[in-house]
T-cell receptor, first 109, second 111 residues
Framework: GEDVEQSLFLSVREGDSSVINCTYT??????LYWYKQEPGAGLQLLTY?????DMKQDQRLTVLLNKKDKHLSLRIADTQTGDSAIYFC?????????FGKGTRLHILP | NAGVTQTPKFQVLKTGQSMTLQCAQD?????MYWYRQDPGMGLRLIYY???????DKGEVPNGYNVSRLNKREFSLRLESAAPSQTSVYFC??????????FGQGTRLTVV
């Protein structure tokens, strides 16, 4: 298909790890991104991974890339209330950036 | 360094009115984008400009026009607004295929 797919909702208990999954479409995509959107705000780049990498770690964030399956995941360790937001997966395809519909992360106390 | 600046932040239009959404970036980026965000739909690409002097249609271009005025500015025009164009509009820019930087959005309501 043409779409970047991700689940729409995820609930996680505070302190647990959150894992947000995404499938993308174009095996020739050079960069894959995770953006975070807080209520009423624009999108902020959270992290990205270049297509020749399998994993990238940045403090509490771990990105895993499986090029064979075109699968991307974002793991947030020790999830905090401030992590409550919508997370968008995106791929760089030709001159465009194509976004998934976003995963709303809800933190349970 | 302001990044990506969109104006206005809020707008209410009557059906059939026209308006132009402005976007400017000060990062010397070559590519600029206009997206719309609707509940449950994610961000959908309206138009983009890979370089000064070029524009291309995205996923949902109908009802919109764009102008890449210079390297810094990329405007989005609604010639005859319709209620279906009620949305939050985001402008973004980037350098080649690196990460995109977003403006804060324009919340448009068409009544």
């Amino acid at each position: 298909g043409e779409d970047v797919e991700q689940s729409l909702f995820l609930s996680v208990r505070e302190g647990d790890s959150s894992v947000i999954n995404c499938t993308y479409t174009d095996s020739s995509s050079t960069y894959l991104y995770w953006y975070k959107q807080e209520p009423g705000a624009g999108l902020q780049l959270l992290t990205y991974i270049f297509s020749n990498m399998d994993m990238k770690q940045d403090q509490r964030l771990t990105v895993l890339l499986n090029k064979k399956d075109k699968h991307l995941s974002l793991r947030i360790a020790d999830t905090q209330t401030g992590d409550s937001a919508i997370y968008f997966c995106a791929e760089s395809r030709d001159d465009k950036i194509i976004f998934g519909k976003g995963t709303r992360l809800h933190i349970l106390p | 360094n302001a990044g990506v600046t969109q104006t206005p932040k809020f707008q209410v239009l009557k059906t059939g009115q026209s308006m132009t959404l402005q976007c400017a970036q000060d990062m010397n980026h070559n590519s600029m984008y206009w997206y719309r965000q609707d509940p449950g739909m994610g961000l959908r690409l309206i138009y983009y400009s890979a370089s000064e002097g070029t524009t291309d249609k995205g996923e949902v271009p109908n009802g919109y026009n764009v102008s890449r005025l210079n390297k810094r500015e990329f405007s989005l025009r609604l010639e005859s607004a319709a209620p279906s164009q009620t949305s939050v509009y985001f402008c973004a820019s980037r350098l080649w295929d690196t990460e995109a930087f977003f403006g804060q959005g324009t919340r448009l309501t068409v009544v």
